[in-house]
């Protein structure tokens, strides 16, 4: 498969990570509901591996993570790619995206306004600048199952997510792609879908409940001026109507 797909990304004229990107955005795509016309928008953000473009560089003989990224791209549902000739424009089309940043420099700028970044995401999040994708592959590092005492048996990637928006899913490969780690995006995104469906639904109903208590309590004070109202008439006519105890 990979040697497979490395030859038709040769032919088409790009290389394997705008091709993976574009499968993962029409896959989602076809995830993503559409109702009463409403178009989204996915966005994804790409990291790339900084250790070469630094002054000196720096080997990959250390188990580190030295990442950094790009600007986000962001696609319409409506434009995603239907067929495989549009599949590969689009590939061809993140490509120039992905190559317009690299030569900008915005692998080593984008690690000195990430504090900025970061000081405005503590304000009110932006929805619009939030990508919905992270794809990163660590690419063929020189790991090793067993460093001393330790066997290495798995990695896991963790960020802080408390301020995150749902859906949200984040892939890092390591030592390539396979056809199981697109099958996993693909489940991961639907699964993450339904969660935020279900959360929503659950909001919805928690805020219809709600309004529902509101306005019993608005018919319970309603009545109950009501009657207030009605006990005050009353007085007011037993005062009027009670016998004068004074003789003229």
């Given at each position: 498969?990979?040697?497979?797909l490395?030859a038709?990304c040769r032919?088409?004229g790009?290389?394997?990570?705008p091709?993976?990107?574009?499968a993962?955005?029409s ?8 109702k ?9 953000a790409?990291s790339?591996d ?6 000196s560089p720096?080997p ?6 030295h ?11 409506s434009?995603?790619p239907?067929?495989?000739?549009d ?15 690299v ?10 306004i990430?504090g900025?970044?970061?000081e405005k995401?503590m304000?009110?999040?932006k929805?619009a600048y939030i ?15 067993q ?8 990695m896991?990637?963790?960020f ?7 859906p949200?899913?984040m892939?890092?490969?390591v030592?390539?792609?396979t ?5 996993l ?7 993450g879908i339904?969660n ?8 919805r109903?928690i805020n219809?409940e ?9 018919r319970?004070?309603?009545a109950d001026?009501?009657r207030?109202s ?5 007085d007011?006519?037993?005062?009027v109507l009670?016998p004068?105890?004074?003789?003229y």
């Amino acid at each position: 498969m990979t040697t497979k797909l490395l030859a038709r990304c040769r032919k088409e004229g790009v290389t394997v990570t705008p091709a993976v990107i574009s499968a993962v955005l029409s896959a989602t795509a076809s995830l993503v509901p559409v109702k009463d016309g409403q178009d989204t928008m996915m966005n994804i953000a790409l990291s790339a591996d900084a250790r070469r473009r630094y002054v000196s560089p720096v080997p990959n003989h250390d188990m580190a993570y030295h990442a950094s990224g790009i600007a986000p791209f962001g696609l319409h549902v409506s434009a995603a790619p239907k067929t495989p000739k549009d599949l590969w424009q689009l590939a061809r089309i993140y490509a120039q995206h992905m190559n317009a940043c690299v030569n900008a420099g915005q692998i080593l700028a984008n690690p000195l306004i990430a504090g900025k970044v970061l000081e405005k995401l503590m304000g009110s999040v932006k929805m619009a600048y939030i990508p919905t994708y992270f794809m990163s592959s660590w690419g063929v590092l020189p790991f090793v199952e067993q460093y001393g005492p330790w066997q290495l048996t798995a990695m896991t990637p963790c960020f802080n997510a408390r301020r995150w928006p749902a859906p949200s899913t984040m892939v890092q490969t390591v030592n390539g792609w396979t056809k199981s780690d697109a099958e996993l995006v693909i489940q991961q995104a639907q699964q993450g879908i339904d969660n935020y469906s279900n959360r929503l639904q659950q909001i919805r109903k928690i805020n219809e409940e709600r309004k529902e208590e509101e306005n019993r309590l608005a018919r319970q004070r309603l009545a109950d001026a009501e009657r207030r109202s009605e006990d005050a008439i009353a007085d007011a006519w037993r005062v009027v109507l009670r016998p004068s105890r004074f003789t003229y």
